[in-house]
């Protein structure tokens, strides 16, 4: 979990809209979440199994994970703001 935080943490220094865009994958999923009628209690441990998910995905592929989450916003349809 160190070098997870570590590369997001460099990833988010030269990309500054990086939390906007983790912001909004969280929401979409939480979204998605209500929609399905996911018990709220279950949304925390959800979306955190779905982040470590994703970043071992990322690290085995040599992305950064910070990385592959913001192309993972953008697929859902985030802008950069202007």
């Known amino acids: 979990?160190?070098?997870?935080?570590?590369?997001?943490?460099?990833?988010?220094?030269?990309?500054?809209?990086?939390e906007n865009a983790f912001n909004f994958v969280q929401e979409r999923r939480t979204k998605e979440f209500e929609l399905y009628g996911v018990p709220q209690e279950q949304w925390g441990p959800t979306l955190e199994s779905e982040s470590v998910q994703l970043a071992r995905i990322a690290m085995q592929q040599g992305k950064n994970p910070a990385e592959m989450l913001y192309q993972l916003a953008q697929q859902w349809g985030y802008k950069q703001p202007a």
Do not use: E, W
């Open 1 to 18: 979990m160190a070098a997870i935080r570590s590369q997001a943490q460099q990833y988010a220094q030269t990309n500054p809209d990086y």
